[in-house]
């Protein structure tokens, strides 16, 4: 699963990570916009989950998960 398009907003929610990990896939995130992590995904899961990032914008989530986003991304 791959997300790219121009300005946008997306929510990583904790129930759709668990399920992406489960199903034994991964996500590249990469976008202009904001990047929204609820409270309870932890940076393991964003680990098993996120195979690269490119975040043009804002990510809106706890420090330690947004580092695990941070170290994601791709030059």
Same mark, same amino acid.
């Given at each position: 699963?791959?997300n790219k398009v121009g300005f946008r907003a997306?929510?990583?929610?904790?129930?759709?990570?668990?399920?992406?990990?489960?199903?034994?896939?991964?996500?590249? #995130?990469?976008?202009?916009? #904001?990047?929204?992590?609820?409270?309870?995904v932890t940076p393991e899961l964003i680990e098993?989950?996120?195979?690269?990032?490119?975040?043009?914008?804002? #990510? #809106?989530?706890?420090?330690?998960?947004?580092?695990?986003?941070?170290?994601?991304?791709?030059?």
């Amino acid at each position: 699963m791959t997300n790219k398009v121009g300005f946008r907003a997306v929510r990583l929610s904790r129930r759709n990570l668990e399920k992406l990990r489960d199903d034994g896939k991964k996500t590249d #995130i990469e976008l202009v916009g #904001i990047v929204y992590a609820d409270e309870d995904v932890t940076p393991e899961l964003i680990e098993q989950t996120v195979s690269s990032t490119k975040i043009y914008g804002r #990510i #809106i989530a706890t420090p330690t998960v947004k580092q695990a986003l941070l170290s994601r991304e791709v030059a």
